[in-house]
């Protein structure tokens, strides 16, 4: 599978952004896929997880309740509501055929990122 993310973009505190992740390759339909994100001078983290059929989701406890991920034939979405400054990051989509996998080294396959900036 290979995975091209977009829709990142600036927004202010409060505000709304959707980030997209499109997929090729047949083995995505069997793939659980993943968002994390890093913010500068820190580690890449767990924001949300969608297994391959969509039935079980997981998300970091600082955006439950706020964003949403989704996914469909070719691609997920991670709809992002009530954002912080603290948002501000590179995100990226990921891939991984471990079921529960919510670790980046869980995941091989990663998209190329997208800026997500929230302004105070």
């Known amino acids: 599978v290979q995975l091209q993310a977009s829709g990142g973009g600036s927004v202010q505190a409060g505000g709304s952004l959707r980030v997209s992740c499109a997929a090729s390759?047949?083995?995505?339909?069997?793939?659980?896929m993943g968002w994390f994100r890093q913010a500068p001078e820190k580690e890449r983290e767990f924001v949300a997880v969608?297994?391959?059929?969509?039935?079980v989701i997981r998300y970091a406890d600082s955006v439950q309740g706020r964003f949403f991920i989704s996914r469909d034939d070719n691609k997920i979405d991670l709809q992002m509501n009530s954002l912080k400054p603290e948002d501000t990051a590179v995100y990226y989509c990921a891939a991984t055929r471990s079921y529960g996998a919510v670790t980046a080294l869980e995941f091989d396959i990663w998209g190329q990122g997208t800026l997500v900036t929230v302004s105070s």
């Open positions: 390759g047949d083995s995505f339909r069997t793939a659980n």
């Open positions: 969608i297994s391959w059929g969509g039935a």
